[in-house]
């Protein structure tokens, strides 16, 4: 029976070679969109997780008030983690980790630079990544310990099993001896940070400069705690919400800190919180890809439907022929199911190649390193599954449809498509086209948000400007590093600030001013900058004066404000002039406009700047315009001189702004591909059934090119319903995402306004391939010799 349903497949695949080929390449790239996003969207769910006993693992985070605004963040006190280890029962085990940073590290003549962090003795007991060499009992006991990823121990000694070998770190600070205590598997794609190596945070926490970490007062480092099994996190976040509060009124002080836990396990898609409400993060990206995943594969599948029941006057003597002979319904429905299926698996082996052939460009596009996992069992399973799904989802309708052919009607020739079929035969394009301009617009408002964030004046000149790390001797030789790059008339300005300019880096609350209201805190950004900064990040003074080498005193008595700190500290006193910062007085120099230094995601923050470069290791080159190529080799001469051990390395500020979007880049760039594909599966389909319709009107066309009708009045008797259906399905669409797009930008502090010119651009795009499309079938027709066609009728 199998062997008698597959003959008839191919017979009539071969006998419809149009509507075969179109049926398996659409299903084809509707399965390669699918396979595609399943990959990526699976790689995403596999972040944080896989580890043993992550059900236990949380990240202790901070709810901050100011005023009626409430800033969440995972920094902690640096001696959080044994506070909570020893008087809270519930916590297991804790540790206190610091942020991920590059240091140089030297063995032998092997000089590489490693991404790593410093983490208490208790985090690879939290965190089990597996170890290739060691023991996690002994590692990060000891100051002198170091944990490299295996990768980073083949860099650094050639080999994998590196316990007991010894590597330098090298740094502004001299050099550090450290022996490798444990060597980690790579990590792959399972952690959102990654990193090469791991330090005990004791060697950070006893550095004579980082007396700051012992006070509860301050912030930087981050906390995970492993609680007790069986313990309730609601209620654990509950009974810790004072804990700092606590602390600090032993001191007689108050704290605007409420902590809480949160599953280290699903930070990555769902640790996202504004105004103290948690968001839906990341994971609002997963679904959304999840869904256009779904409906790509949705328009491949409508596009089979309309094509097998468009042909059903083809195959309505078959079926009345086989009902005659005796077969049933069931049988019939099996008989086309089956040729679905078939179809369907050739696809999904298809779909197999373009992801193979593609996945190289598409890693570039997520930033991830997908395959796929041939020697997996269940991956397979999942396949077949989608496959099943594809083939009983695209078959479904005609294989129902054509099994209850009348017979009667086939033999008395009175079968024609009923108004029911009609109906939804359009209707199901109707869909493929609101998803289309749906995805068109969307992709517009996407592309025009992405380049109003990249191109907005930022209040600083991103362009030309060149940041250098002051790494080394750099750092003690920074004057001379000034003084030499400055004597190339190339060269603008150089500066030094120990902020990155990207994001939050250094900040308090510690800020009073005459007649602030007690109760009220504000979260000020804090850059510590030397002389010029101003001018080398052509920042705009809009009041006073910059600090100057003439005045001694800028360095203990003066701030330079923005304008957000500026109108936040005047609203009872246009006046005041002087601030507090952490209990000393401070005049107020000059203000310069506001700056951006978080992504447009954020509203704009009050920021001072203070006149201390001790620990500026940020320097920024201004570059006149036109020279960067030319002048970099200068640069690099220099401080490969005064810095001979270190590699020179340097980064353009536009891409370094450019890298806050990220995210949103790729999201961009991926919306772009896939509405391609979208429109591209279902011009496939309307040319099918527009080739369908023409060959349906043979007979009339012939009639009508006899009696006169010129080509373009036939085009329209073709045309006319299928530009309708696309003219509904604009509207529609467009208003879809209209709604869609408003949450989006929801997500944006300063962001475009959806502006009426969307949607007409879509509608040109979507009218335009489809007319291509249709048109391109129906002059096939219309050219035709009109004797033929009505011979043939």
Known sequence: MLTNYLKIAFRGFAKNKLTFFINLFGLSLGLWAAILIGLWIKSEFQVGKGLPEMDQVYQVMEHQSYGAEIFTTSSTPGILAEAMKESLSEVERAATYSWTEPNLFVSGDNKIKLQGFYAGEDYLHIMQFPFQYGAREKALTDKSHIVLTESAAIKLFGKAD???????????????????????????????????????FKVM??????????????NGPSTIVKLQKGTDSEAFSASIKDFILKKKQADNQGSNVALFVFPKSELYLHGSWKDGNLQEGRIKTVKLFAMIGFFILIIACINFMNLSTSKSQKRAKEVGVRKVSGADKASL?????????????????LAL???????????????????IPYADGFFWLQFVGVLAFTGLIAGSYPAFYLSGTKVVSVFKNHLKGSKNVVMARKGLVLFQFILATGMIVSTVVIFKQINYALSQNLGYEKDQLLSVNLEGDLFEKYEIFKARLESNPEIESVSRVSHSMLGRNSNTGDVNWEGKDPDFTALFERFPVDYDFLET????????EDFSREKGSDSTQSVIINR????????????????????????????VEDFHFQSFHESMQPAFMLLDPSFSFNSYVRVKPGQMQSTLGFIQSVAEELNPLFPFSYQFMDENYARLYQDDVR??????????????ISCLGLMGLSAHVAEQKTK??????????????????????????????????????????????????????FEWWFIPLAAAVILGIALLTVITQSLKAARSNPVNAIKAE
């Open 333 to 349: 429905i099996y008989q086309f199911l089956s040729e679905s299926v078939l179809i369907t698996l050739c696809s999904g082996f």
């Open 564 to 591: 957000r700190a500026l109108e936040l500290i005047t609203q009872n006193n246009s006046e005041l002039r002087t601030l507090s910062i952490g209990g000393e007085s401070r005049q107020i120099i000059g203000v």
């Open 205 to 218: 926490f006893d550095k004579p400069y980082n007396e700051w970490l012992k006070y509860w007062g301050n």
């Open 537 to 544: 990040m052509g920042m705009k003074l809009i009041e006073g």
């Open 162 to 200: 590196a316990i007991g070998e010894s590597v330098e770190l090298v740094s502004n600070e001299g050099r550090e001896l450290y022996i490798v205590q444990g060597v980690l598997a790579d990590l792959g794609g399972n952690v959102n940070s990654k990193f090469e190596y791991i330090i005990p």
């Open 700 to 753: 009339e066309i012939g009639i009508r090119k006899v009696l006169g009708a010129s080509t373009f009045s036939i085009l329209k008797v073709i045309n006319k319903e299928f530009i309708a259906i696309v003219a509904i399905s604009i509207m529609i669409g467009s208003g879809l995402a209209f709604w869609l797009m408003q949450d989006w930008l929801q997500g944006y502090a300063y962001r475009i306004e």
């Open 667 to 680: 999201l961009r760039d991926l919306a772009k591909y896939f509405s391609i594909l979208t429109i591209l």
């Open 353 to 371: 190649i373009f992801v193979q052939s593609t996945l190289p460009i598409f890693n570039n596009l997520t930033g991830k390193q997908l395959e």
